[in-house]
């Protein structure tokens, strides 16, 4: 079932808490989520990554291999206010860079949170 | 995401409310879709809330390709549930390892001398019994259910509701023996070689455990493995 069917969601996995707790203390805030995955992804559909403007970031969108990316266009975003699709894997031109270890790509929502 | 949404998803996720948020890849619009009802920009693209409603049914997050775009829909349905019959030694861990997984976990057990705030704290306790408590927790196939008394007294009741309804996943804690005589007596009850073949019992994967928490372990790893049987070949 890796393509989003039922899962255990954990409580570690549940990062809107500390999305709701950034905001009030008055933190920007990025929300970067899994929206497809193809072949051996780490992590399914629905995965979350939040990323505050100081650079502290909850969360997981793949085993660890993209995060540092991911936190970088999650400021970017925070920086615009733009949403924006971006994609992860093998044919990533930048795939020996930062692209996943495990040979699966993923495609992620990198959003404000307003 | 606006702030708003963000805020009426926490409220509805915190009162076990389906809900799905869906998201325009394109620009970032998104509207909060309940099975009736929708809250957001795109509340009144009949389009849009077909793709999240669908979504909510199949309990599937994932990217929908509409006439209004690609419409990502991120369902948040409430967790799963585990129910455990008995509230002896191996449910403590088992029920703290669970929560951790992401499951919902409820313990029944009418013996308030197993079934207290100090052995198990935090954890909802039902004290009726596990006939009566089964049929009012209604397991869905979202539930998962075990029963780990060693008592058929309190067992046996709680599997023949526990069998005839969707949970995903029965197990029975008892050895090979233990569950060749529960075996007979579902059977003298009426129940069907499938209904019987749904029990896993022995419960647990074969991983030669020994501890209450190494026992947790396996029951847990063969829940999981229940759950995403493509997955587990």
Known sequence: ?114 | MKRAILDRLQKDRASKRPVALATRLADGAETIVYPEGAFGDLERDAVVLAAARRGLAEDRSGVHQTASGEIFVHVYNPALRLIIVGAVHIAQPLARMAAIAGYDVTIVDPRQSFANDERFPGVPLVDDWPDDALAALKPDRRTAVVTLTHDPKLDDPALAVALRSDAFYVGALGSRKTHGKRVERLTEQGFGTAEIGRIHGPVGLSLGAVTPAEIAVSILAQITQVLHPKDAA
């Open chain 1, 1 to 114: 079932m890796a393509q989003g069917n039922v899962t255990a969601a954990s409580s570690d996995d549940d990062v809107l808490p500390q999305v709701g707790a950034w905001r009030e203390a008055g933190m920007k805030v990025a929300l970067a989520t899994v929206v497809s995955t193809w072949g051996s992804s780490p992590r399914p559909v629905g995965s979350q990554l939040a990323v505050e403007d100081g650079g502290r970031f909850v969360g997981s969108v793949s085993g660890g291999c993209i995060e540092g990316a991911v936190v970088h266009e999650a400021l970017e975003a925070i920086k615009d206010g733009k949403p924006r699709v971006i994609k992860f894997g093998v044919t990533d031109e930048m795939a020996w860079e930062v692209g996943l270890a495990c040979g699966g790509q993923i495609q992620l929502l990198v959003e404000r949170v307003d």
